[in-house]
């Protein structure tokens, strides 16, 4: 099961055989009988391509499974004489402030050494969904001001509010403070429309009558960013998040809008590692 996982996440008996380490030959011949046993192809095959026919999409998912439930049994028999092991699976959003994560995993790590971390970044409402599927551990999110984390066991971390992020040459650099009034009509860069990182500030501009011409979406908030270094556009960002960014301007929002950033994770029977992690955050 581990080395078919391994060949349909990598598209490749060849890396999937480094990821195992083992001889590509034994994982073709294993995944070859095991193709035998179940009578499915679970991978159409070329000399230059591998796909995952829908009969290896589907084992794939059980194996993950079969795997995670073999390892986590591992952990808790491990526990159980007073050692903590496994794998915890960490998500974090990109612009998390309210926790030093390179910083918590060295702590994790000196405690607890055989502990694995596996890290994923993705926005808040991902983050939340892989959570509740079961798919992620623990999740560091970002939501706007009001919002509560659904169907997770969840603590809140800080609060942030929002600054007016523009070019230093900007009319509005040099203000002490602004409010969204005076923002009508400005060009933004901002996240894509219907995720958090963006709903914090639709909704704050909505309630206050104020319209916003939305010309560069992205995802990426470094490249947001350098939109408004360019004097393409301004933002509205987190003050934490920009604090140290340079070549911007940065000020402050009187009513502008806020973000709350949660701890969450399943409180469903947590593995080992995932009560070993949890110890070590806030609150």
Do not use: K
Request: hydrophobic share 50%.
């Amino acid at each position: 099961m581990r080395y078919a996982v391994a060949v349909a996440e990598t598209r490749n008996f060849t890396r999937a055989a480094q990821r195992c380490h083992v001889v590509q030959s034994a994982l073709s011949q294993q995944v070859a009988r095991l193709e035998r046993e179940l009578g499915v192809r679970l991978f159409a095959r070329s000399s230059r391509r591998v796909e995952v026919t829908a009969a290896g999409e589907a084992f794939v998912v059980r194996a993950r499974e079969c795997l995670a439930a073999a390892e986590r049994a591992g952990a808790d028999a491990a526990a159980a004489e007073g050692q903590v092991r496994g794998v915890a699976r960490v998500g974090v959003i990109p612009t998390v402030t309210a926790v030093d994560v390179p910083d918590l995993l060295r702590r994790v790590r000196e405690a607890h050494p055989q502990v694995r971390v596996a890290l994923q970044v993705a926005a808040s409402d991902e983050l939340a969904r892989r959570v509740v599927a079961g798919l992620l551990d623990v999740a560091l999110l970002g939501l706007p001001e009001g919002d509560q984390p659904a169907g997770v066991a969840a603590r809140e971390l800080a609060r942030d509010r929002h600054v007016l992020v523009t070019a230093p040459g900007h009319p509005l650099a040099g203000a002490a403070a602004v409010t969204l009034a005076d923002l009508d009509g400005a060009t933004f860069a901002d996240f894509p429309a219907g995720t958090p990182g963006r709903e914090q500030t639709d909704r704050a501009l909505a309630a206050a009558g104020v319209g916003r011409d939305v010309a560069f979406e992205v995802v990426d908030a470094h490249l947001l960013l350098d939109l408004v270094r360019a004097g393409l556009a301004v933002a509205l960002r987190p003050g934490r998040v920009v604090a140290g960014a340079a070549g911007v301007a940065r000020v402050p929002v009187r009513d502008g809008p806020g973000r709350v950033e949660f701890l969450v994770w399943s409180d469903f029977h947590p593995a080992p590692a995932t009560r070993a992690l949890l110890a070590h955050l806030p609150g």
